[in-house]
């Protein structure tokens, strides 16, 4: 399946009270081992634009139920979720089930927003509530995945298993083995019926939190600070909030990314998303971790995936799945950009990184040797060598050539 199949409209969303492109809350994890360090996470949360804590109660030493909840639940400056998650479904606590259920009643008794209860024991919990539950907290019932993301039909199963049990909101974690796996999760959420968290854990699954609000998620997770999360994968909320501009993706929102594998190290999204934001351009830019281009782009045939740059190593890869491609980019092999053309939605690549490389080069030179351009490139005639000739070689070596260089190309097979 592909999100072509899936046609995407306003109607399909909630949209927020205009301020904002979108009604995703950004839920903050709060995970500390004490009630005191956890309430001084819970001001940074709201000073850094969290919109609900993750009271991660497991995290907490000596957990004294009754009087941490209290506390922690009437002095929180934002709305609270209170989650308890067992070591079964990934968290830290491994002791007495029944003793962990009471807590999670004691938390809706003493005013909590939302709580979070695991599917498995979904049922059993609902029938443990004495009479009518307060109108006040919803309870999200959750599954986690931490082996893969099933296919579109199994998940839709989960959702109505988890539906039946009488949550207020369905909450799905999977974990992505590829970047298509995402897609899956998109496809659900987007004709969920009733509110619902869907995100995808790993690096391979980043877009999906990001762009949970593009899809109509309910919230997605924003971590304090890289590195300390409570699931693999989370963004920091500062992330959220200033790299990705959260708050004004929408469901028209396009979205560019770069391709590649490794990509955590771009900076791209830096370069990008300012831009985008300071010309007010309605679009999204991700790093794009793509172990195959082909299924990539066959999966993401969507029109709102509008454009994609590509690095190392898939700039050679990516030429191979353009409908037309640029007469330099085809004269040097490799593609570093990946248009979709509005008109027809066929898929242009062009190559401009030897641009910005020669001319580089050529100011480098120039200023060592106190030429003006007036006078010609100075690479004409010299010896000019490319260690390496993947991609990026391929358009230096273009660019020499052009400028009337000597080129040799050296790498581990040929020179």
Known sequence: MTL???????????IGDGTRGNSTLICVP???????????????????????VEVRVDFLKNFSPRQDLDILIKQAPLPTLVTFRPRWEGGQYDGDE???????RLAMELGADYIDVELKVAHDFFNSLPGERPEHVKIIVSSHN?????????????????QATGADIVKIATTALDIIDNVRIFQVLVHAQVPMIGLVMGERGLMSRILAAKFGGFLTFGSLE????????????????????????????????????PISHSKSPHLYNAAFKSTGFNGLYLPLLVDNVSKFITTYSSPDFAGYSYTI???????????????IAKAIGAINCMIRR??????VGYNVDYLGAIAAIEEGLRVSNGATPASGSPLAGKIFVIIGAGGA?????????????????????YV
């Not at 030429?319 to 037309?324: G, I, P």
């Open 342 to 347: 509005s008109t027809d939605g066929k898929l």
């Open 30 to 52: 709060i995970m500390a081992e004490s009630v005191d360090q956890m309430l001084l996470q819970m001001r940074k949360a709201k000073e850094l634009g969290g919109d609900i």
């Open 226 to 261: 890289a590195g300390v999360v409570s699931a693999p994968g989370q963004p920091t909320i500062k992330e959220l909030l200033d790299l990705y501009n959260m708050r004004n993706i929408g469901p028209d929102t396009k979205v560019y990314g770069i391709i590649g594998n």
């Open 146 to 162: 931490y082996e893969r993301t099933p296919s579109v039909e199994e998940l839709g199963d989960l959702v109505a298993r988890i």
């Open 313 to 327: 190593p898939h700039k050679e890869a990516g030429l191979k799945c353009c409908d037309e491609v640029d007469p």
């Open 4 to 14: 072509e199949s899936f046609p995407l409209s306003v109607t399909d969303f909630q």
């Open 98 to 104: 029944s003793k962990r259920q009471e807590a999670l």
């Open 393 to 413: 070689g391929k358009a230096l070596a273009y660019g020499g050539y052009e400028k009337r260089a000597r080129v040799v190309v050296v790498n581990r097979t």
